[in-house]
């Protein structure tokens, strides 16, 4: 039972450049969920999922996208990153009205 | 919304001391979830302990527990016999029910340094 998985773990990308975070979990879960930590600042949330073939914006969805084909993944992607996009990025699940489980988080360096 | 403040950005004990992190949060809901996590250097966020706020005792997990004063919207962490390993980034958060949609609004952390 791994949990919550990230993949990569470290990411540099130059402006304009697009990419996917992977997130994964093995715990069965319906609600998923992709956060952003910056320096001095809580994490937000950027976008999550309820199941299987469903997305919804969170708190700073601009720049992102977001896809749930599969209930165990969740993708993050970034179509024309922007240094404003450096972050870290974290994935989190959890079944029902309870506590989140969190991945181990992507660092994203974007030039 | 809901908003989460933690007024300590950086703290500061000596090992086998007793520390207490504070955090303050505003809503108008009346059911909802408390949580305080740890972010060591690792990065990765882990879950030290929770508290409905249905529930008046305070939650206890061995040497951490919680005061949660509901009615002040208070909800502090203290850490007994603190040890080195628990040098940390702490951040309180909040969770409302809501049938999938449980978003956590998260302080902005307290950095937890425990001396030797």
């Known amino acids: 039972n791994a949990g919550v998985t990230q993949t990569p773990k470290f990411r540099v990308l130059k402006t304009g450049q697009s990419m996917t975070l992977l997130c994964a979990q093995d715990?069965?879960?319906?609600?998923m969920y992709w956060y952003r930590q910056d320096p001095g600042m809580g994490l937000r949330l950027i976008h999550y999922?309820?199941?299987?073939?469903?997305?919804a914006k969170g708190e700073v969805p601009d720049g992102y996208n977001v896809s749930r084909l599969k209930k165990q993944n969740f993708l993050l992607g970034l179509e024309s990153a922007a240094p404003s996009q450096t972050s870290v990025y974290f994935c989190a699940s959890n079944g029902g009205p309870d506590t989140q489980y969190f991945g181990p988080g992507t660092r994203l360096t974007v030039l | 919304a809901q908003t989460v403040t933690q007024s300590q950005p950086e703290m500061s004990v000596q090992e086998a001391e007793t520390v207490t992190l504070s955090c303050t949060y505003d809503t108008s809901e009346s059911n909802y979830y408390l949580f305080w996590y740890k972010q060591p250097p690792s990065r990765q966020m882990i879950l030290v302990i929770r508290?409905?706020?249905?529930?008046?005792q305070n939650a206890t997990e061995n040497r951490f527990s919680v005061n949660f004063q509901k009615a002040a919207k208070s909800f502090s962490l203290k850490i007994s016999d603190s040890q080195l390993g628990d040098t940390a980034m702490y951040f309180c958060?909040?969770?409302?029910?809501?049938?999938?949609?449980?978003?956590?609004?998260f302080g902005t952390g307290t950095r937890l340094t425990i001396i030797p």
């Open positions: 715990m069965n879960h319906e609600y």
């Open positions: 999922s309820v199941g299987e073939g469903t997305t």
């Open positions: 958060a909040f969770m409302k029910p809501n049938f999938g949609n449980e978003k956590l609004t």
């Open positions: 508290q409905e706020a249905y529930k008046q």
